[in-house]
């Protein structure tokens, strides 16, 4: 993005400074936030629930991969 801008290279370490920074603020604030909310994942619901959400996303997956298969050919 910088690049074909024309902009100088401090424009760029200042960008991928600033993004550094905000994902690492991200990072730090899930890390630490993780810890406050351990108690749902002991529920008999939650799993339930869990197994039933990892089945949805991973026929989700498989379909768009199949989808972005059959674009290719």
């Given amino acids: 993005m910088i690049g074909g801008t024309g902009s100088g290279i ?3 370490i200042l960008l ?3 993004y550094a ?3 690492g603020i ?3 604030i899930v890390g630490t ?3 406050k909310f351990s108690f749902i994942q002991s529920g008999k619901g939650y799993q339930k629930f869990s197994v039933i959400i990892n089945y949805i996303f991973g026929i989700l997956v ?3 991969g ?3 298969l059959y674009l290719g050919f």
């Fill in 33 to 35: 936030s993780l810890g």
């Fill in 21 to 23: 920074i905000g994902h």
């Fill in 16 to 18: 991928f400074l600033l």
């Fill in 62 to 64: 498989l379909v768009l």
């Fill in 26 to 28: 991200t990072v730090v």
């Fill in 10 to 12: 401090m424009t760029g």
């Fill in 66 to 68: 199949l989808y972005m």
